[in-house]
């Protein structure tokens, strides 16, 4: 079975620039979550999807940030434009209400 | 919201000696609470959970324990291995599908 798959692995921008991560979850996993961990920090929630329903936005920062699970599949999570403290691990994890299975992340570098 | 402390940041042990790692939670309504873990460059993986429901869990060398009443849980790794090496995260949420509440982190360092 295929795992939790983020792309890109790497990015650096710079301030100003947007960027684009995606997430394709395992394949039936109707639950999709984003989660960032900054710098040494905890690994802290962004949103939650129920197949292309936002189920629980409280965690995004601010309106730079836009998720999107059209057809209820792959998910993309569009920083713009991108700040210096945007900086960190961005994590994908898919569920089908048990364990949530971890994707190995997009680590976003912005200069 | 919830909030989710861990402790210790860091752990040194050596082989074959006992790890432990606690975190305390605030949200009463918390009932499940995983260990995550992850070794460098790899993804997050769950070792082993425990619901509310549950005093204590064993899954080989490793076992969770929680308290209720404290809001304390706890993992415990004994005859430590090299490959132990990593970091630890302990979490908590409301229900299995609802979000996670990460504790910072523990890097576990298991030296020969």
């Known amino acids: 079975e295929a795992g939790v798959t983020q792309f890109p692995s790497h990015s650096v921008i710079e301030k100003g620039q947007t960027v684009t991560l995606r997430c394709d979850p395992i394949?039936?996993?109707?639950?999709l979550y984003w989660y960032r961990r900054v710098m040494g920090k905890e690994i802290k929630f962004l949103l939650h999807?129920?197949?292309?329903?936002?189920?629980?936005e409280s965690g995004m920062p601010n309106n730079r940030f836009l998720a999107e699970r059209t057809g209820g599949t792959y998910s993309t999570l569009k920083v713009q434009p991108a700040e210096l403290e945007d900086s960190g691990v961005y994590f994908c994890?898919?569920?089908?209400?048990?364990?949530?299975?971890f994707g190995q992340g997009t680590r976003l570098t912005v200069v | 919201g919830e909030n989710v402390e861990q402790h210790p940041s860091t752990l040194s042990v050596q082989e074959g000696d006992s790890a432990v790692i606690k975190c305390t939670y605030s949200?009463?309504?918390?009932?499940?609470f995983p260990w995550y873990k992850q070794e460098l460059g790899k993804r997050p993986q769950l070792i082993i959970d425990?619901?509310?429901?549950?005093g204590e869990k064993k899954d080989q060398r490793i076992a969770v324990t929680l308290n209720k009443t404290a809001k304390h849980f706890s993992l415990h790794i004994t005859e430590t291995q090299p490959e132990d090496s990593a970091v630890y995260f302990c979490?908590?949420?409301?229900?299995?599908?609802?979000?996670?509440?990460f504790g910072t982190g523990t890097r576990l360092q298991v030296t020969l």
């Open positions: 394949s039936g996993h109707d639950n």
């Open positions: 425990i619901r509310s429901n549950v």
């Open positions: 979490a908590a949420s409301d229900g299995t599908a609802s979000k996670l509440t």
């Open positions: 994890a898919s569920s089908q209400g048990g364990e949530a299975f």
């Open positions: 949200d009463s309504a918390s009932n499940y």
């Open positions: 999807f129920v197949k292309e329903s936002k189920q629980d």
